[in-house]
């Protein structure tokens, strides 16, 4: 059965890793955990800023190693570098390989060194047999090839498709590591193409890391699927939490029928279930379950005690081993009229904190939501 993919792409955006608790116990008070919330909008503005900087050095010279490949005339290429041409663009994996010649990915590996008198790659094809291997200057400004870029990838053809089961790759520069990547996935047949059943995988970026898992499964259960997503995920700068979650997503893929003019056509719903885990924003955890199941076929709009009574949700604060800040809550807003149709919505979500004071859930968290989605590329 196939699942929608806008999802799957959001759960992979935003399906994130356990961590364990220091040994430490550190306290924090109401006020304190307010104070340290509303920082959290600054700092995450400051760090995704530093992290999606061009001028970082391991991106910059991943840029300028396309820039390379992209400008240098198709004729200068040798038979083999023609074909990593092709095989390094971005949008490579997944596209069709019928204009690609037939050689195996194998036949590629070896060492391709820039050679800035005849602006060509110079290829010693074979050596290593096992990975390809880059060597190129750094930036424009460069005399040497002080850059050296690792890839190793294996994969299978769907179709036409080719994706990837493994990727490994680094990026050295004056001999200091900046970039590494490690990545396994596999596949299930998905009409032509494919869908990814398990991906995990590391990235490392001086000074960021990013560890992220995510499995698919699914269950015939009659004329239904049940569909099982678990997604975990941690972002980390110089070795603290930034950002991380660990999800577990139930679905079912409903099958129904119905008849128009004597003709019958079957339908496909998909319905979540239950969704289980935690989304971690430095050191302030969203924790609970959401129960759907008996919201699921309602008549009408659910109230909002019969949503609170589906869905379970808790701040805490992760240094005083998960200590409870607040309960998370749905309620009626204030703001809206329905017979006015603003822009409000008829629900919010609300904060009722430990001493009995109640905000709005975005007066802490919405900043910092914007801040994810302006600063990290969507497209």
Request: a negative charge; hydrophobic letters at 40%; glycine letters at 6%.
């Amino acid at each position: 059965m196939k699942l929608n993919r806008l999802l799957l792409g959001l759960l992979v955006a935003s399906t994130l890793l356990f961590t364990a608790c220091p040994d430490e116990v550190e306290e924090i008070t109401v006020d304190e955990a307010k104070t340290e919330l509303t920082q959290n909008a600054t700092q995450m503005a400051q760090d995704l800023s530093e992290m999606l900087d061009t001028t970082l050095q391991g991106t910059a010279t991943l840029m300028h190693f396309i820039h390379m490949m992209d400008n240098t005339p198709q004729k200068s290429f040798s038979s083999y570098a023609r074909v990593l041409k092709q095989l390094l663009k971005p949008t490579f994996i997944g596209n069709s390989l019928k204009d690609l010649p037939e050689e195996e990915l194998e036949l590629l590996y070896g060492t391709y060194e820039w050679n800035s008198t005849n602006m060509n790659w110079d290829a010693n094809v074979g050596t290593p047999a096992d990975k390809w291997i880059f060597k190129f200057p750094a930036t424009e400004e460069s005399q040497t090839n002080n850059a050296i870029l690792t890839l190793d990838m294996d994969g299978q053809m769907y179709g036409y498709e080719f994706m990837p089961t493994m990727i490994e790759g680094s990026i050295v520069v004056d001999d200091i590591k900046y970039v590494e990547v490690s990545a396994t996935a596999s596949w299930m047949q998905d009409g032509e193409g494919a869908f990814p059943t398990s991906i995990s995988g590391t990235v490392y970026n001086k000074p960021f890391s990013l560890t992220a898992n995510l499995t698919y499964s699914e269950t015939t259960l009659g004329t239904d699927t049940e569909m099982v997503i678990a997604g975990d995920f941690e972002l980390k700068k110089d070795g603290n939490i930034m950002l991380a979650a660990d999800i577990d997503i139930s679905l079912i893929e409903v099958e129904y029928t119905e008849t128009y003019d004597g003709y019958t056509e079957t339908y496909y719903e998909t319905i979540p279930k239950l969704i289980d885990g935690f989304v971690r924003i430095y050191d302030f955890k969203i924790d609970g379950t959401a129960d759907l199941t008996s919201l699921i076929g309602m008549e009408g709009e659910p109230t909002e005690a019969q949503i609170n009574e589906a869905i379970n949700f808790d701040l805490l604060y992760v240094p005083a081993n998960d200590m409870k800040i607040a309960d998370i809550y749905i309620a009626e807003n204030p703001a809206y009229n329905e017979e006015l149709n603003n822009e409000e919505m008829p629900i919010i979500i609300k904060l009722q904190f430990t001493d009995g004071t109640e905000e709005n859930f975005l007066t802490y968290f919405g900043v910092v939501l914007i801040t994810i989605m302006s600063e990290i590329p969507m497209k």
